[in-house]
């Protein structure tokens, strides 16, 4: 909800999944946790095909097979494969938020497609992307104006000059089934024109009741390459999904419910009259690809987004009888709202043209990429609804009549910029590398909401030393900013009404290690990012308010990561700790606050073995741990504890009937664990989400 931009599985159906965890691609396919994570390079860096394990940062490049084998049907899922990746306000049915070393990713600014920028302000379906690459830390060398703390790129499947075709069948409780297909085509002299089919539908039927919905996705994607130096890519994508949202519970009074004493499967938004959210999107892309002789290439790419969007949701929101406006009621009663935000439409334009390559200037070996980008990006006004329905209770025990419709004109916004980058990574030695990067952006926004027109340009640097002390050990220290814009309200209340405040510029210092030999990889890391915090001063006596910068959110964190690959077995851990606080503000009160819905301990734990006994047989078991986490910003009175989950999983590849086979299953929540996942701040209103009850998943893959 935007508000007002918003706001049975058994014991014998385990033994089943785990006798007959029986099928997909090819045959030599490992459960997920035996692929070399840290082989793998993450072009969100923008520093070309370095190994994770080879670079100065810290970064994800997670696959789609790795993700099925989770079960992962959204970006929310992202949860589950890394410690610095925790919930948002991910309220079921609606879109995945994420927050990365405890700061929340922007869905209009810390997301790209095929390294372009998108909006992901909805529901983005991932079946027909290669994987998802996650960069941690600030990104002003990336992204321009991004929120610090990480950002995710989803790389989009492309031909690959093959002839296969996958059909995936798969179900999950309560009435999930879905059907999707990979089917790619060769044709021409050579196979130089290829064409990619990706198509999915699937019947949502969660444990969460009143979350019936559907959804469905086409996507193509052809290649053409006439000479070997040159090769053309276009593709198209249309997604839809319609589904109730789920509301979230809140504290009661001034107590947090024990999770205990609810139903995880009850959903507040049951009213006769409750509408699904539906998600429209087509998102197409160009992109051609020149390679000047040996050493340089040339990449020219434009995208296309556009969203449409009907937000709708009965929502409750705060207390009028006790005068709480963000929480519910002591007495489990809140106040309802009818919201409805219909035809809302978000279109993006973006293109880029980039030169990449590799040159030898005063005896230093330079690895280099420099371009341009522009962006252009559009809110257009839409009618919406906001208005009291009456009073309902924590239980979902209460139906109250639908409201008179009073519609009104939500406001739109325009935003663009330019973007000029340069990065180079220097061998300033056989063992050390210097790597930099430089972003200039220049943005202009508009805003009709609070008649706003303002330009901004700003640099963000970035700079890492990286030596390899050893062939398995690199030790590397990075500095860089990234930046955020902010703008008073065009309000006759603010001393500074419409004015831009100066560039909001966080920092980042980070230190790590990266060890990785054949068997085994680990790394340690640890950050400090400030980000300035702007807020409202305002006075009571005069009644004005001034937008200001006061004080900054400063997280300072350790990460540590390792894998084990030896014989039949593989382990993967991750672990987080953060140390969130707020400095400098003008009320000494906030000071040494910590965040809300920020934990302060994260670890993920897995386990792989593979069987010998029986050939393409793997079985898999997770472990994840999140530690308690405040609800209140103001006040770190009143938090959440702590959880810890389970889960197993289970995969048999063969070849049978001609075909290869794939069958997964896996239980998420193994024992049935009762807490609150998440305590999101939103819409100035604390909201708790509950962990998902114990669900069963089984898929069945084959390649044709």
């Given at each position: 909800m935007a508000l007002p931009y918003r706001t049975r599985f058994t014991l014998h159906a385990l033994a089943l999944a785990a006798l007959h965890a029986t099928c997909a691609g090819q045959a030599a396919e490992q459960v997920t946790i035996t692929g070399r994570l840290d082989a793998l390079p993450a072009s969100v860096a923008g520093f070309g095909d370095a190994p994770l394990s080879k670079s100065p940062f810290q970064a994800l490049s997670l696959s789609r097979s790795q993700l099925e084998d989770v079960g992962a049907n959204a970006l929310s899922a992202l949860t589950r494969l890394d410690a610095s990746i925790a919930d948002a306000y991910n309220a079921p049915g609606y879109w995945s938020a994420l927050t990365v070393r405890g700061f929340v990713l922007d869905n209009h600014y810390n997301y790209l497609r095929d390294g372009l920028p998108i909006n992901a302000e909805t529901a983005i379906a991932l079946e027909n992307k290669e994987r998802i690459e996650v960069l941690k830390g600030t990104t002003g060398a990336q992204a321009g104006?991004?929120?610090?703390?990480?950002?995710?790129?989803?790389?989009?499947?492309?031909?690959?000059?093959?002839?296969?075709?996958?059909?995936?069948?798969?179900?999950?409780?309560?009435?999930?089934?879905?059907?999707?297909?990979?089917?790619?085509?060769?044709?021409?002299?050579?196979?130089?024109?290829?064409?990619?089919?990706?198509?999915?539908?699937?019947s949502l039927d969660p444990q969460i009741h009143d979350a019936k919905g559907q959804r469905h996705l086409l996507a193509l994607a052809g290649s053409a390459q006439p000479t070997a130096d040159r090769r053309?890519?276009?593709?198209?994508?249309?997604?839809?999904?319609?589904?109730?949202?789920?509301?979230?519970?809140?504290?009661?009074?001034?107590?947090?419910?024990?999770?205990?004493?609810?139903?995880?499967?009850?959903?507040?938004?049951?009213?006769?009259?409750?509408?699904?959210v539906v998600f429209d999107g087509t998102t197409a892309s160009l992109r051609w690809t020149e390679t000047l002789g040996a050493d340089w290439q040339l990449q020219a790419q434009v995208m296309s987004q556009r969203l449409r969007t009907d937000d709708r949701i009965a929502f409750p929101y705060g207390c009028t009888a006790e005068e709480k406006w963000d929480r519910y009621c002591s007495d489990g009663s809140f106040d309802l709202y009818d919201y409805r935000s219909e035809g809302e439409r978000r279109d993006t334009v973006a293109g880029a043209l980039t030169l990449n390559g590799r040159a030898q200037w005063w005896g230093l070996a330079h690895q280099l990429s420099t371009g341009v980008q522009w962006s252009d990006f559009r809110l257009h006004p839409n009618e919406q609804i906001y208005q009291p329905a009456g009073t309902g209770q924590i239980d979902g025990s209460v139906q109250v009549p639908a409201p008179v419709p009073e519609p009104y004109t939500a406001a739109g916004r325009h935003e663009r910029s330019t973007e000029l980058h340069l990065r180079d990574h220097l061998a300033l030695g056989q063992d050390t590398g210097l790597w930099l990067g430089l972003r200039h952006s220049a943005l202009q926004r508009s805003n009709?909401?609070?008649?706003?027109?303002?330009?901004?340009?700003?640099?963000?640097?970035?700079?890492?030393?990286?030596?390899?002390?050893?062939?398995?050990?690199?030790?590397?220290?990075?500095?860089?900013?990234?930046?955020?814009?902010?703008?008073?309200?065009?309000?006759?209340?603010?001393?500074?009404?419409?004015?831009?405040l100066p560039a909001l510029k966080s920092e980042?210092?980070?230190?790590?290690?990266?060890?990785?030999?054949?068997?085994?990889?680990?790394?340690?890391?640890?950050?400090?990012?400030?980000?300035?915090?702007?807020?409202?001063?305002?006075?009571?006596?005069?009644?004005?308010?001034?937008?200001?910068?006061?004080?900054?959110?400063?997280h300072r964190g350790i990460e540590a990561s390792g894998e084990l690959h030896t014989g039949q077995l593989t382990l993967q851990a991750s672990g987080m700790w953060l140390r969130a606080r707020r400095e400098g503000a003008s009320d000494e009160a906030l000071n040494g606050r910590t965040p809300p819905n920020v934990a302060e301990r994260n670890l993920r734990l897995m386990a792989g073995w593979q069987f010998t006994e029986i050939t393409g047989l793997s079985a898999q078991a997770s472990l994840s741990y999140e530690g308690p986490r405040?609800?209140?910003?103001?006040?770190?009175?009143?938090?959440?504890?702590?959880?810890?989950?389970?889960?197993?999983?289970?995969?048999?590849?063969?070849?049978?009937?001609?075909?290869?086979?794939?069958?997964?299953?896996?239980?998420?929540?193994?024992?049935?664990?009762?807490?609150?996942?998440?305590s999101p701040y939103q819409f100035s209103h604390a909201y708790l989400y509950p962990l998902e009850p114990r669900s069963f998943r089984i898929s069945l893959q084959t390649s044709l």
């Open positions: 104006t991004s929120a610090p703390g990480g950002l995710a790129n989803l790389v989009v499947k492309r031909p690959r000059g093959s002839d296969q075709s996958v059909v995936f069948l798969g179900w999950s409780e309560r009435g999930n089934f879905k059907a999707a297909a990979d089917l790619e085509r060769r044709f021409g002299d050579g196979g130089a024109l290829g064409l990619r089919l990706n198509a999915a539908v699937e053309f890519d276009a593709e198209i994508e249309i997604s839809h999904q319609s589904q109730p949202s789920m509301a979230g519970f809140s504290m009661l009074g001034d107590r947090v419910p024990s999770a205990r004493s609810i139903d995880p499967r009850l959903n507040l938004n049951n009213q006769t009259w409750s509408k699904p009709d909401a609070n008649a706003t027109d303002y330009r901004q340009s700003f640099t963000t640097p970035w700079v890492a030393l990286s030596h390899q002390w050893t062939d398995a050990l690199l030790v590397y220290g990075s500095w860089g900013q990234g930046v955020e814009s902010d703008v008073a309200p065009s309000l006759p209340n603010y001393t500074n009404a419409g004015q831009a980042q210092v980070e230190l790590g290690l990266k060890f990785s030999q054949a068997e085994w990889n680990a790394s340690l890391t640890a950050f400090d990012i400030r980000r300035p915090t702007a807020d409202d001063l305002c006075d009571d006596a005069s009644g004005t308010c001034t937008r200001r910068i006061d004080g900054n959110a400063r405040y609800v209140l910003p103001d006040d770190n009175s009143a938090r959440i504890p702590g959880w810890t989950t389970a889960g197993l999983a289970a995969r048999y590849a063969t070849r049978a009937l001609g075909h290869e086979w794939l069958l997964r299953a896996g239980v998420d929540n193994l024992f049935d664990r009762r807490a609150w996942r998440e």
